[in-house]
C-alpha cells in the first residue's frame, strides 16, 4: 500500500456532476479550502460523463487535496451516442478512467492514511 500524507480531515462528496457549470464552480471553491491541503478528498463517483470534463476536474482536486479516493459512478461510465464514440463498452471507459486517475495522482486502491 502506498502511504499518503497526515491528515487533519476528511471530505466526502458524490454527484458533483461537474459537466453543470455551477457544479464545477462549487468544485472550484472547494479546492480553494485553507484545509484542503491537508485534507483527504473520498470522491464517490459521478463527477462527469465527459472526458476532458472529467479530467480537468479530478486535476483541479487532485492538486488541491493531500489525497483524493475515487470510486466511479454510472455518470462516469456512461456510453451515449451524442457524448461521443471514445469507447465501446463502458469498462472500456472504465479502464480510462481508472489510468486518468493513476496519472492524476487519485488513488483507487486501497492506502493506509495517517493521522489524528
Do not use: Q, Y
Not at 491528515?7 to 485553507?34: G, K, Y
Amino acid at each position: 500500500m502506498r502511504s499518503c500524507p497526515p491528515l487533519e480531515r476528511i471530505v466526502a462528496v458524490s454527484d458533483v456532476h461537474t459537466d453543470h457549470a455551477s457544479n464545477f464552480a462549487w468544485c472550484e471553491a472547494l479546492a480553494a479550502s485553507p484545509s484542503s491541503s491537508s485534507s483527504v478528498l473520498l470522491l464517490a463517483g459521478d463527477v462527469s460523463e465527459k472526458l476532458a470534463r472529467f479530467e480537468e476536474t479530478l486535476a483541479l482536486l487532485s492538486s488541491a487535496f493531500g489525497a483524493v479516493f475515487f470510486v466511479p459512478g454510472n455518470h462516469d461510465l456512461w456510453i451515449r451516442p451524442n457524448v461521443g464514440a471514445d469507447f465501446r463498452t463502458s469498462l472500456e471507459k472504465r479502464e480510462w478512467c481508472l489510468a486518468t486517475c493513476e496519472r492524476l495522482g487519485v488513488r483507487t486502491e486501497p492506502t493506509r492514511i495517517e493521522g489524528e
